[in-house]
T-cell receptor
């Protein structure tokens, strides 16, 4: 069974608009972490934002915020004021507790295209 | 800012040959990881390594794969007898602690098996 589901293979957004990239997850571990990574066409993986399962507040990092809804098991990434340089693949990932070796489990990704 | 480095950036090899992919993790990090990404697919976990031994490995990490920390700085992934389906981008990552919230990824090595 998929642990991380990203249902949007591709998204378009106009420059300066906000966009939400969806991510749902599945775990029975009470302690876990959720991550978003950006992968531009050059291929590197760039860490964007992290949310711990016990964090009370939604994580924010500059223009990135994570809409964490624990009961719904969703961890959507919100990018505000999109820029052309935001065009990339975006991966949601989850890390579970010690029994999983702290490995990151990735979703299939969402391709975001920001248009002028 | 410290970063994870990987060499080579691109490796082309013939089927059946052995390859060694090299990584230099961030110097004070203790946990190391290898992931791979087949073109157009998601990133998949291969193996995690701590204190000179494998702490976790996935089903992908079979007997043809091995990892090693031959000295205080390098972390290598060896594929003994490459297959066409091993063609992928291989990412090394490191973290300071197992529970560190961030794993820092290297730029990747693109492996092409012909």
């Amino acid at each position: 069974a998929q642990k991380i589901t990203q249902t949007q293979p591709g998204m378009f957004v106009q420059e300066k608009e906000a966009v939400t990239l969806d991510c749902t997850y599945d775990t029975s571990d009470p302690s876990y972490g959720l991550f978003w990574y950006k992968q531009p066409s050059s291929g590197e993986m760039i860490f964007l934002i992290y949310q711990g399962s016990y964090d009370q507040q939604n994580a924010t990092e500059g223009r990135y915020s994570l809409n964490f809804q624990k009961a719904r098991k969703s961890a959507n990434l919100v990018i505000s004021a999109s820029q052309l340089g935001d065009s990339a693949m975006y991966f949601c990932a989850m890390r579970e507790g010690p029994s999983s070796g702290y490995a990151l489990n990735f979703g299939k990704g969402t391709s975001l295209l920001v248009t002028p | 800012e410290p970063e994870v480095t990987q060499t080579p950036s691109h490796q082309v090899t013939q089927m059946g040959q052995e390859v060694i992919l090299r990584c230099v993790p961030i110097s004070n990090h203790l946990y190391f990881y290898w992931y791979r990404q087949i073109l157009g697919q998601k990133v998949e976990f291969l193996v995690s390594f701590y204190n000179n031994e494998i702490s976790e490995k996935s089903e992908i990490f079979d007997d043809q794969f091995s990892v090693e920390r031959p000295d205080g700085s390098n972390f290598t992934l060896k594929i003994r007898s490459t297959k066409l389906e091993d063609s992928a981008m291989y990412f090394c990552a490191s973290s300071e602690l197992a529970s560190s919230y961030e794993q820092y990824f290297g730029p990747g090595t693109r492996l092409t098996v012909t």
